[in-house]
């Protein structure tokens, strides 16, 4: 007899369990259709413009549209500003002592 009242008592306290959950979902389901529905009543605010680029902003980009080419030196493959380069028998060096320096 002791085992079927503790049988008994366990699933209640399982269905009860249950019920709880239930309630707590059903609660926070009714709280976010609130929510949204109270959020839907309000009126959106209008966007605001968006700011034009001040004077750093295009001076950055345009000097990112006015880089330079890189190079590579023949000698020690550092890169280089393609205005600085030292040409030698149709090769690119990075300066005249590399250039002066017999090819590998």
Known sequence: ?????MWLALAALVI??????IRQAQKRYQDQFRQ???AAAQPQ??????????????AAAQAANDAEVMLQCAHC????????????????????????????
């Not at 007899?1 to 009242?5: I, V, Y």
């Not at 690119?92 to 590998?104: F, I, N, R, T």
Request: with cysteine; proline share 12%.
């Open 77 to 104: 493959g550092v890169f280089y500003p393609a205005s600085e380069t030292v040409q030698t028998n149709g090769r690119d060096y990075c300066s005249a002592a590399h250039a002066a320096l017999p090819s590998a």
């Open 36 to 38: 949204q529905q109270q």
């Open 45 to 58: 605010p209008q966007p605001q413009p968006q700011p034009q680029p001040g004077y750093k902003a295009r």
């Open 16 to 21: 009860f369990a249950i019920r709880s959950k």
């Open 1 to 5: 007899m002791t085992k079927f009242l």
